[in-house]
């Protein structure tokens, strides 16, 4: 059976509304290794011209995209801290304009990235298509007044629930094009493993739960992060927090910043955000029945493992989830080579408190598995990942993912 992924041509721009530039931009990558070298980074962190691709660290590799008239600047400042550094990215805009499969078909699957509106509306269609199975579900909304919109497929009753979570970090275009493929692979697939494992599970799917930043980075600016409520702050208008540092677990315990003009700003309170709570007050109708929460990032190629705190707490089963994690990155691995590592939180990446992995893990500890993928790549395109790349990655994320559910069913 045929179906239709509406694809966009380019970033969608509102009627007189003109998407940022970034001509020269480039971004550096640097590696902290002292706490002076921390300070300086953190005050360059308060300056609206540099935007941090990652987290601020010590001893972690920082990404941060410089604009070209201060180029000098953080060349000379890198320099006389002898911070280590290279550069990643020459041209930014280069990769923006790129990121779009140009020859791409209209009708062909997964070969462009898609608006928040044609993933709505693809998500409408399988319902349509496939009523027998697949439901649609608001699992929330966003501060614009939109849907957080998934589907629940479920093939027969009694199974054990599967959430899949993407776009909660809105510049990560390629976490809802992964979620999505995932999805169009469970209904359609006609391989056998893939099958055995789409209907021995109930799936909540939900490609993009930050519908207002997804839609912000298709309009106007391409690298933001957070979500689109204001706060206003030393007589100034920020907006959006990290939905990602917002849940109610051990909420703003390390790797977070109390300043909403910070991208990792996490927000007045736990469930602040009206994001977070309207999702997380769906996930507690069946989290019950979940066995398993899997969220979908990028970049860095990292399987990520509960918790993410400044404490020393792991997962009850935390050796069974580094076992399970094992298997399905050397499953992933075997496709196309693409080399992943694994760890908990902090000490495989860094410290970042008021996840969604971290509540479900933490509030929830009947759902058995509970995973954070950092999807391709390490870097060489960073969030701005080339759409040949889509399918791919699809693929060797699903293999990971049937993998997990294999090892959990025998």
Request: charged share 20%; with cysteine.
């Amino acid at each position: 059976m045929k179906i239709i992924l509406l694809l966009v041509a380019a970033a969608t721009v509102c009627a007189g509304e003109q998407p940022r530039r970034f001509d020269s931009f480039k971004v550096y990558r640097v590696v902290p290794t002292t706490e002076l070298h921390l300070t300086e980074l953190h005050e360059l962190e308060k300056d609206d011209n540099y935007n941090f691709w990652s987290p601020i660290a010590l001893h972690h590799t920082v990404d941060v995209m410089v604009p070209p008239h201060i180029k000098y600047d953080f060349e000379h400042l890198i320099h006389s801290l002898q911070l280590s550094g290279k550069v990643l990215i020459e041209n930014v805009q280069n990769l923006v304009e790129n990121e779009q499969n140009r020859t791409a078909s209209r009708g062909e699957l997964f070969t462009s990235y898609q608006t928040l509106d044609e993933i709505h509306d693809w998500l409408r269609g399988l319902a349509r298509t496939y009523p027998d199975f697949v439901k649609l579900v608001v699992g929330g909304r966003s501060y614009e007044g939109r849907e957080i919109l998934g589907v629940h497929v479920s093939f027969k009753s009694g199974n054990k629930g599967v959430f899949l979570e993407g776009g909660i970090h809105a510049r990560e275009w390629i976490s809802p094009a992964t979620v999505s493929f995932i999805l169009h692979q469970l209904l359609t697939s006609t391989d056998p493993a893939i099958r055995a494992v789409a209907e021995s599970r109930d799936w909540y799917v939900f490609p993009v739960v930050n519908p207002d930043g997804y839609v912000y980075t298709h309009t106007t600016n391409r690298v933001w992060r957070k979500t689109r409520n204001p706060y206003q702050y030393n007589g100034q208008t920020c907006y959006g927090a990290d939905p990602n540092r917002n849940w109610g677990y051990h909420w703003n315990e390390g790797g977070t910043v109390d300043v909403p003009c910070y991208d990792i700003y996490s927000g007045e309170g736990p469930f602040s955000l009206i994001e977070t709570k309207s999702l997380s007050d769906y996930i507690n109708t069946i989290a019950s029945n979940l066995d398993s929460y899997l969220a979908f990032h990028s970049y860095s190629q990292l399987l990520l493992i509960p918790f993410g705190h400044s404490g020393l707490e792991v997962p009850e089963n935390n050796d069974e989830l580094h076992e399970i994690g094992k298997n399905a990155l050397a499953k992933l691995y075997s496709r196309y080579g693409t080399s992943y590592n694994m760890g908990n939180i902090p000490e495989a990446i860094y410290v970042a408190s008021g996840g969604s992995t971290d509540w479900v893990a933490g509030v929830h500890r009947n759902v058995r598995l509970v995973y954070t993928f950092e999807l391709r790549d390490e870097g060489m395109y960073g969030f701005l990942l080339p759409a040949n790349q889509i399918i791919p990655t699809g693929q060797e994320t699903l293999d990971a993912v049937v993998s997990m559910i294999q090892q959990i069913s025998d």
